[in-house]
């Protein structure tokens, strides 16, 4: 309808000088008439030009006004024509925007006499607001005095109406001519009959649709390269599901550890307890915690089997090194660089920056002869390809560790130190109940993967990055990660 209609007036006109005018002259929704003047002017039927013109519109305040009239012509009708009414009276009758504005514009009108009693100064009024929103929104002109009154009032705004003019364009005909836009077998048998949409070889295809790398894959990435060019190994660590033995007895961790409590771990109802331990090693891990041995007084406590037997969600990924070490140590000993990036679990409160699950990083080095110096040189070496270059250590405590140091980095952008990881030498009394050789050290360290990547992508709230409530459309956008650079 509307496609006819541009191509028959132009048949026998010049042009279109407003395609606005045009809609209404030939009662057609202005919108529609746009979109044809567009398709049109793609195939060069026509040529047009903008059209851009400031008009006022009513906002919600406006039109309720133009329907019942302006608030101070309704206070004045609300006042009787004789005598007066108290003020409590009339703000009854009246709602509360209604009235407040009412007695100002009424008292500024000199329409009323206000006080504890109103009464009306003039017989009649003109309601020129109510008249004024009605030529408004009717399309009509009003006067600059009229517009700059109202929109004080911000009973108007303004609106950008843009239209077009159209005139005849180089491919003009009275009818848009069908032209084909697949290449079908039936089209090119005919193809001397047919004429052909122009192909345009700038146009983009289609996005495809894809998957994305979420930022913690970006960032686990970045750190596995590092592990890899140092020469580190990764250990398997698919069972998330560990023996209380290989999570904390094996590490020398006591029993009676706060740590072990249900209210920093989540043990498991089914299966509640693992089937198999290594029996001779049981016993020497047992041996240890209750009377020491390799120049350790223990804990001095009775060791508990069923206890080490209870299942959990693994506590950290040092349950997968033990494993490991100890796997190690049943072959002739051979040095080895190990790391691993996954999940474990603790049973925390949840907040801005703690989860029940989170990402654990963690390298280790098992070599005879080992110092504190070698491990404060390769955590020098790893975290300067991280781009932290200057590194403090501190004295720590942990129960499988000793030494121990956290590790602090100086943070540029906050202008302060920031510990960023844990590390330590593995205690005599976890090594050598393994059976790994006397002068065998083993140096280790560990981070989280969710700290370091919510520094990067400034993300300050865990559960944005992680969990139930992360956004998509962030997996969508977040750049790639580039460690260091």
């Known amino acids: 309808m509307a496609e006819e209609a541009i191509l028959g007036f132009l048949q026998n006109n010049e042009q279109i000088t407003d395609s606005g005018q045009f809609s209404a002259e030939f009662n057609l929704d202005h919108n529609e008439v746009v979109n044809v003047i567009k398709s049109l002017h793609a195939f060069r039927y026509i040529d047009v030009q903008d059209i851009k013109k400031e008009t006022w519109v009513l906002t919600d305040e406006g039109k309720k006004y133009a329907a019942e009239g302006s608030p101070e012509?309704?206070?004045?009708?609300?006042?009787?024509?004789?005598?007066?009414?108290?003020?409590?009276e009339l703000q009854k009758k009246l709602a509360p925007s209604v009235f407040k504005i009412g007695c100002s514009q009424a008292g500024k009108n000199k329409w009323v006499e206000m006080g504890k009693q109103v009464s009306r100064k003039v017989k009649h009024v003109e309601d020129k607001v109510k008249g004024q929103l009605?030529?408004?929104q009717e399309g009509k002109e009003s006067d600059k005095d009229s517009i700059n009154s109202l929109k004080a009032r911000k009973l108007i705004v303004p609106q950008i109406w843009k239209g077009y003019s159209v005139k005849k364009g180089p491919n003009y005909a009275p009818e848009r001519k069908k032209v084909a836009t697949d290449l079908t077998r039936e089209n090119l048998q005919n193809w001397k009959e047919l004429e052909f949409k122009e192909y345009n070889f700038e146009a983009k295809g289609a996005p495809l649709e894809a998957g994305h790398l979420h930022a913690l894959l970006k960032v686990r990435k970045q750190f596995k390269d590092i592990f890899v060019q140092?020469?580190?190994e990764e250990m398997p660590t698919n069972n998330f599901v560990e023996s209380s033995f290989w999570n904390f007895d094996a590490l020398f961790q006591p029993q009676q550890h706060p740590a072990r409590d249900s209210h920093d771990t989540f043990f498991l109802k089914v299966p509640s307890t693992t089937r198999t331990l290594p029996e001779d090693y049981v016993e020497r891990v047992k041996r240890v915690h209750e009377s020491g041995g390799y120049g350790s007084r223990g804990y001095n406590y009775d060791w508990k089997r069923e206890e080490a037997n209870k299942n959990l969600l693994r506590t950290h990924t040092t349950a997968v090194s033990s494993r490991m070490l100890y796997a190690l140590a049943q072959k002739p000993f051979v040095p080895k660089k190990y790391f691993s990036i996954d999940r474990v679990f603790r049973n925390e409160a949840v907040d801005?920056?703690?989860?029940?699950?989170?990402?654990?990083?963690?390298?280790l080095i098992c070599d005879r002869g080992l110092t504190l110096g070698d491990l404060i040189g390769v955590l020098k070496d790893f975290f300067s390809r991280l781009g932290m270059s200057k590194l403090r250590f501190k004295p720590a405590y942990n129960p499988y560790t000793e030494p121990s140091m956290e590790i602090f980095s100086y943070h540029e952008g906050l202008g302060k130190w920031v510990e960023i990881g844990n590390s330590g030498m593995f205690r005599p009394e976890m090594l050598l109940p393994m059976g790994l050789p006397e002068d065998v050290r083993v140096i280790a360290w560990g981070l989280s993967l969710e700290r370091p990547t919510m520094i990067l992508y400034g993300i300050d709230n865990i559960r944005d990055l992680f969990g139930h409530k992360v956004d998509l459309d962030l997996i969508k956008r977040n750049p790639i990660c580039r460690i260091g650079i």
């Open 73 to 88: 012509v309704q206070l004045f009708l609300a006042v009787p024509e004789e005598g007066s009414i108290s003020k409590d």
């Open 134 to 136: 009605l030529q408004i």
């Open 230 to 232: 140092m020469g580190f």
């Open 352 to 363: 801005r920056t703690h989860l029940a699950e989170f990402h654990q990083i963690e390298g």
